[in-house]
Structure formats: structure tokens, C-alpha cells
């Protein structure tokens, strides 16, 4: 699945938001764990009134301000998330004026209910994410 977003912010800012800012729009604070290197692992909570669910992975290539690729595991013992498997999100972006189109393509689900709670739910975290840059999250 694949979804593109217009985001108001500069490619800095959107990419230090999946770096090291996490935890101030997706990530219940208090509970990520992120080192932002290919091949090191991570693990947070979902904000907390998403409920409780655990995502973890590893980074396998980053690009500054260019490209974010991960894998990226859900679930809580249910059928819910990625239902355990090893998924791949990758972000895009591309710089367009005083703005960021952010291309997100997800990848490797087991079964139709994941791609379809996936396809759901990327565009309103991209809107969540939108709203949160707006708020001031920065590049170091």
C-alpha cells in the first residue's frame, strides 16, 4: 500500500519527526526506544488512546531528510497490526516549496485485514503527523 501526503513543513523537520520526535506525535511518550542507524532495532507504545499496542523493528536504510526504511512490526497476541510479521514502511521525501510530500509505502502484510487497517489508518497518522510539525517538532 502506498499513500502520499502534503505535509507544511521543511524535509528537516519532517524527518527528524520519524527520528528522533517519534514520541511527540505516534509514540506514547515515555516508551520509545530509538537510535536512529540502519540496523538498529526500536520499540514503543502507540499513543495511548489508540490503545496499547507495541511496534517494533529495525532500521535498514536512512537517507537524512530523504528516506526512512524500516521494518515495522504490530500487534498485542491478537490479530491486530501487523499480526507479528516482519512488515517494511517506507518514507519518502521530496521537497516541494516551503512544504514536504511525504510518499509512504507499506509493505509484506500476511493477510487482507492488515493491508486494510494499514490503508485506514496511515493517512490519518500523516494528518496527526501534519498537525504535530505545525506544533514545532525540529531537526537537532
Not at 109 to 124: T, Y
Amino acid at each position: 500500500m502506498t499513500c502520499e501526503y502534503a505535509l507544511n513543513a521543511k524535509p528537516d523537520e519532517v524527518y527528524a519527526a520519524w527520528t528522533v520526535g517519534l514520541d511527540t506525535w505516534f509514540a506514547q511518550a515515555g516508551t520509545l526506544f530509538l537510535v536512529p542507524e540502519p540496523g538498529r532495532p526500536y520499540f514503543f507504545y502507540n499513543r495511548d488512546e489508540w490503545g496499547r499496542h507495541p511496534h517494533y523493528g529495525r532500521f535498514l536504510d536512512l537517507m537524512e531528510n530523504q528516506l526512512i526504511e524500516m521494518t515495522w512490526m504490530t500487534g498485542n497476541g491478537t490479530a491486530e497490526g501487523t499480526e507479528g510479521a516482519e512488515t517494511i514502511l517506507r518514507i519518502e521525501l521530496v521537497p516541494e516549496r516551503a512544504a514536504t510530500k511525504i510518499r509512504l509505502t507499506h509493505s509484506g502484510f500476511v493477510n487482507e485485514k492488515s493491508l486494510a487497517g494499514h490503508q485506514e489508518n496511515w493517512p490519518l497518522a500523516l494528518k496527526i503527523l501534519d498537525e504535530a510539525l505545525g506544533g514545532g517538532v525540529k531537526a537537532n
